[in-house]
């Protein structure tokens, strides 16, 4: 259940980061007509706070997670074999 969990979160959070990188393309940020009626708007930085914000915290999380993972796994005894 814990496996499921993380995994649940860790697909969640890559959904988010994707989102965040792809919500510039997806807009004209020339062009406020576009991005307007969008959660934030009608201001571009409104907007990319609402897209953008939650990939920018997920990513940090996801990173977090990495460290966290890769010095456990480093920390852990080595047996000898003897």
């Known amino acids: 259940m814990n496996l499921l969990l993380r995994m649940l979160g860790v ?48 990513a940090m999380f996801l990173y977090g997670s990495v460290v966290r993972w890769r010095t456990a796994r480093q920390k852990e005894p080595v047996s000898s074999g003897q």
């Open 11 to 58: 697909v969640v959070a890559l959904f988010f980061v994707v989102r965040a990188v792809a919500e510039p393309f997806v807009i004209d940020v020339t062009d406020p007509s576009t991005y307007a009626n969008d959660w934030g708007g009608p201001s571009l930085a409104g907007v990319l706070a609402v897209h953008c914000g939650p990939g920018i915290l997920a």
